[in-house]
């Protein structure tokens, strides 16, 4: 799932390679991603992009006349860049993994594409991003809280800190991939409880936040758009890790499975050398 990171590097490159384009025509492959209805996707045909912007892990494409192209990528839904599409033959709706077609007046664009049969991809068109209700919601961007911020959202709810962190309300832009490898630098076991972290644990978690953010898009920034792969990140140390040693201290990385995700941690970094109980296994064995 693409998070801050990616999100941050895809902004970046549609500033850098839209704005200043027109919109030619949009294309709607995919009706069920679309969750607007009221301006009508056509409305956008003729704008010039004005800038590329991050919500959380929301990616904002802003056109001129004030509306905004507001994409939720969910799991596996991604941004494809085109210096030229192939035909100018239309999409066909519900065929293949495009949702959304934006063409630009130079005869590039983009393209939101969905891999899977599970659709969670969310296309918004809006006069304000506050309008789409996750944005609405988004407590401080994570990379930015200061640790005063950071510290009260964290304490503001009590629960395991994996859980926390990734609570879009709490502080937005971590997902389950880095929110791993934040807790990893932190030293923190991902159950540790919000409530009853120390001060310096605290400090310890927003350090590692920016560090961990900050250098996953500063690495993503140095990829284009088109190369960038959310599910290909470079140097994680523990998220989908396991079975592989730790790079800071050799033991090796752990897995706790749920029903639709797992985490990944170094039990000597993270958990005082004990292995945390795997869910789904203690269960069976129960
Ligand atoms: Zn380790």
Redesign the pocket.
Known sequence: MPELPEVEALAGYLRERAVGRRVDRVEVAAISALKTYDPAPSALSGRAVVDARRHGKFLDVVVDGGLHLVVHLARAGWLHYREAFPATTPLRPGKGPVALRVRLDDGSGFDLTEAGTQKKLAVYLVTDPAQVPGVAKLGPDALGADLPTFAERLRSRRGQVKGVLTDQAVLSGVGNAYSDEIL?AAKLSPFAITDRLTDDQLAALHAATRAVLGDAVRRSLGQRAAELKGEKRSGLKVHARTGLP?P????TVREVSFADSSLQY?P???TGGKPLADRRLSRLVR
């Open positions: 990893h730790c800071v201290c050799g033991d170094c000597t970094c993270q």
